[in-house]
């Protein structure tokens, strides 16, 4: 017999690619984690991890048991629910310029801690839109970017702001710095905008976007640079101290979040770990 409970450890350790971080989503410690997956080794007679002291990955049985552990634990929730019984809903707002490119990493994180029969729902916008939803209730867990301090939310880690840029030759001949930004409404804009002014430096808008994957479009099309995030780059390089634009600060990634219902407390704390994991990997 399967223990389900283990089969549910493998697929989040295999989606984490780390213990610790599989054990945060479960709502475990790394140690606990380890047992089960030995035991579930021991019972299937097949190694089904490869393991050392950053990360874990599937051996080729491990990939092979993988569809069926996903096959095995999505019928464990569907004959755990009666057709009378509601979808789970979990709402989650994020931050475009706390996530950017780490959308996706986020999202298939989430999905892999949440029973079968659940709706993620997701909004992403500016950190003061999520948090207005959050504030009139509809959404149940918010990831922001925190530029100004404040007390409320669990800060998860820091994010470096930093001057991102395709072509930092053409951008040197500016004499106005052309900034690459969501516009007025965004605090990373009046960050930079505040440090450039504060250094003397006279900027000029040169293009205005709806997300962060437009504001990369443009600065990969050499529009301009555009003040970002390490994670919503995509670790895209610093061209600051290249081109001599004013140090910008860190900025606080906060998760605000609900967590009345097993299901939601199972989304928070995998909202909780994969954004941690993104943060760490920088």
Do not use: Y
Not at 242 to 259: F, K, N, Q
């Amino acid at each position: 017999m399967l223990d389900l409970v283990s089969v549910r450890l493998f697929i989040l350790a295999v989606e984490f690619g780390n213990l610790t971080r599989a054990a945060e989503a479960a709502g475990t410690v790394q140690p606990v984690v380890s047992t089960r997956l030995k035991a579930l080794e021991a019972a299937l007679g097949r190694k089904l991890l490869d393991r050392t002291p950053r990360f874990v990955r599937p051996t080729e049985d491990g990939v092979a048991f993988l569809a069926k552990a996903r096959a095995l634990m999505a019928a464990h929730d569907s004959a755990a629910c009666f057709d009378d019984a509601p979808t789970m809903r979990f709402a989650i707002g994020a931050s475009d310029h706390a996530l950017g490119t780490g959308l996706e990493h986020v999202i298939r994180h989430v999905r892999a801690a949440l029973p079968s029969r659940s709706a993620l729902e997701l909004r992403s916008g500016t950190s003061l839109q999520v948090r207005a939803a959050f504030d009139e209730g509809d959404l149940d867990a918010v990831i922001v970017r925190r530029e100004a301090g404040g007390a409320e939310g669990e800060v998860l880690g820091l994010d470096p702001l930093g001057w991102r840029c395709g072509d930092d030759d053409a951008l040197a001949q500016d004499r106005a710095v052309p900034l690459i930004t969501l516009g007025p409404a965004c605090g990373v804009r009046a960050v930079a905008v505040r440090r450039l002014d504060a250094a003397n430096r006279p900027w000029r808008e040169a293009f205005i976007g709806g997300s962060c994957s437009a504001l990369l479009a443009a600065v990969r099309a050499g529009l301009g640079v555009a003040p970002m995030g390490a994670v919503a780059s995509g670790r895209m390089g610093d061209v600051g101290p290249r081109l001599g634009l004013p140090d910008l600060p860190p900025s606080e990634i906060v998760m605000l979040a609900r967590t009345g219902s097993p299901t939601a407390a199972a989304a928070a704390r995998a909202l909780d770990a994969a954004v941690r994991t993104l943060l760490r990997e920088g």
